[in-house]
């Protein structure tokens, strides 16, 4: 790396620290801390869940499963943009006006049994944990590639990073990291696009004309089946994709910064609005680097494609334009890794120790004390089990995030709010079978069992034949939450008076206070 890409990634790492020098000033209470204080407009949530969503796994692995895969690599595209369809309709607003800070805040807003919020706080941490996983191990990774530093210190850094963020700054700071990140993603995205589609003459048409015959797959590069040529395969990864997002708790999260339901509404149209655009931009970033860069460069660089953007990069506009897209991937680790670990902490400060152990009678201070403490915890452990995860397959974590996140919190999140009948045992029930379904599932599947040695961690014939199961598991979740109402109905029946109450507060907003 040449010295402009020392200056680019100091001033980025210079700005988010002076972000997160102003954001301490005004962090003093546990909503502060939690959600910045609700203070958030709709533009600037939106922006920061845009920041908070656009993983390095949509920067990074979709330009590169593109280049390499063609449409098919764009499956990725359609389902985490179809998923917010999913979040703008059925759980942006109900959320956010049963909520205060966490997923488990909006179920116990309907059933206030201990053993559901801590069913609740269980999935977000495992969520968090096998997310975060794969941001570290994916950073560290290309730190180690773009510095040729060792990944143990690329991992340390990133880290060091997102704690400073968490904890001196909370939610304001890291909603301004992401902010920050989303812009400078979009104008990266937008300056190579605009540099692909003038390679091309600014003819759209000719460009897939010219695509037919770029790469060794040939006119196949434009249809599916490249990868997936089994039709269960597809639609189990394409349900976890869109219903995963409805489930991530720190994409939840973000849905309590904001002051009312119709100013989270707002959030998730803008939101939508500039997910949307990158991810239809990410077609002349992944049919970019199959031309000009080239699938055998692209391959020789990472076997997964996750350098074909700053590949493409360098090819377009020299080590500037390489440095700043590397820059880019680099804020975005840092700003989805910070929303992460606030997201761990709450489940483990507010729901585990505030309102399971404590019984909601803890301070101010005490709140915000346990959070940094959990946040420290969350970070150090995080840190540690990337350490020794560098040769663990990424794209494999995100997957079972996304699978985990579908199948253990999407039906509930759901019955919850639309359910009459759905009880307490319902709630656990659903919660724990699609949390144990999906973990077992793909322990035995071909991410983690393979006859080839050294190829994923189990080296033998995997049991159950897909990467991902979410076609089986979110069913499960369902079925779970189903049978638990129903052979529980008439020792709950306190959970279907409160219903009324609920949906009343969901459709609403109203609380206790405003009347």
């Known amino acids: 790396m040449s010295w402009i890409s020392y200056v680019i990634f100091f001033a980025v790492i210079v700005l988010t620290l002076y972000i997160t020098y102003w954001a301490a000033k005004q962090t003093t209470t546990a909503s502060d801390f939690y959600t910045a204080g609700g203070s958030l407009t709709g533009w600037q949530n939106g922006m920061a ?5 656009l993983s390095a796994a949509s920067f990074l692995g979709i330009a590169g499963a593109i280049s390499l895969n063609g449409f098919d690599g764009f499956y990725y595209s359609i389902g985490w943009l179809t998923a917010y369809l999913v979040v703008l309709f059925l759980i942006a607003e109900p959320l956010r006006n049963l909520g205060k800070f966490t997923m488990a805040d909006m179920i116990g807003a309907r059933f206030g049994a201990k053993k559901v919020r801590g069913a609740a706080a269980l999935n977000t941490i495992t969520i968090v944990m096998f997310y975060m996983l794969a941001q570290l191990v994916g950073a560290g990774a290309l730190i180690k590639l773009l510095f040729g530093i060792e990944y143990w210190i690329a991992v340390l850094i990133v880290g060091t990073m997102m704690l400073i963020y968490v904890l001196f700054g909370g939610m304001t700071a890291t909603s301004w990291v992401q902010i920050v990140k989303a812009i400078l993603l979009m104008l990266g995205t937008i300056v190579i696009s605009f540099l692909v589609l003038m ?3 600014f003819n759209f048409i000719g460009m897939f004309e010219t695509m037919k015959t770029a790469t060794p797959h040939g006119e196949a590069f434009l249809h599916s089946g490249v990868v997936y040529t089994d039709t269960i395969g597809l639609i189990s990864v394409l349900i976890a994709l869109v219903l995963g997002t409805a489930g991530l708790p720190h994409i939840l999260m973000r849905f309590f910064t904001v002051k009312d339901a119709k100013t989270a509404r707002s959030s998730v149209i803008y939101s939508v609005w500039i997910i949307g655009i990158f991810y239809v931009l990410t077609i002349f970033l992944g049919f970019g680097a199959a031309k000009f ?3 055998d460069a692209i391959i020789a660089e990472n ?3 996750n350098m074909a953007a700053p590949m493409l990069a360098g090819v377009l506009g020299g080590d500037a334009l390489e440095s700043f897209v590397a ?8 700003a989805v890794v910070a929303g992460l670990v606030l997201s761990g902490a709450s489940a483990i400060a507010h729901d585990i120790y505030g309102q399971i152990f404590k019984n909601g009678n803890v301070t101010e201070k005490q709140q915000v004390n346990a959070a940094r403490w959990a946040s420290i915890a969350i970070g150090v452990f995080s840190i540690l089990l990337a350490l020794g995860s560098e040769k663990l397959n990424v794209a494999f974590l ?8 579908a199948s253990a919190n999407v039906p509930t999140i759901l019955l919850t709010i ?3 009948k759905f009880n307490t045992t319902g709630a656990v029930a659903s919660m724990l079978t699609g949390l144990i379904v999906a973990l077992v599932l793909v322990a035995i599947s071909p991410s983690v069992m393979n006859p080839v040695e050294g190829a994923t961690l189990i080296t033998g014939d995997p049991i159950f034949p897909y990467a991902n199961p979410a076609i089986f598991s979110v069913p499960a979740g369902f079925l779970a ?3 638990g109402t129903l052979v529980s109905s008439k020792r709950h029946e306190k959970d279907e008076i409160s219903y009324a109450e609920v949906r009343f507060k969901a459709e609403t907003g109203y609380k206790e206070l405003d009347l």
């Open 49 to 53: 869940i845009a920041g908070d969503y």
């Open 199 to 201: 390679k091309f003459n």
């Open 293 to 295: 860069v080239g699938s």
């Open 303 to 305: 076997a997964a494609g």
């Open 327 to 334: 820059a880019v991937a680099f804020a975005t680790i840092l």
């Open 398 to 405: 995100v997957s079972l995030a996304f699978c985990v996140a």
């Open 418 to 420: 639309y359910w009459k």
């Open 481 to 483: 939450a189903w049978i």
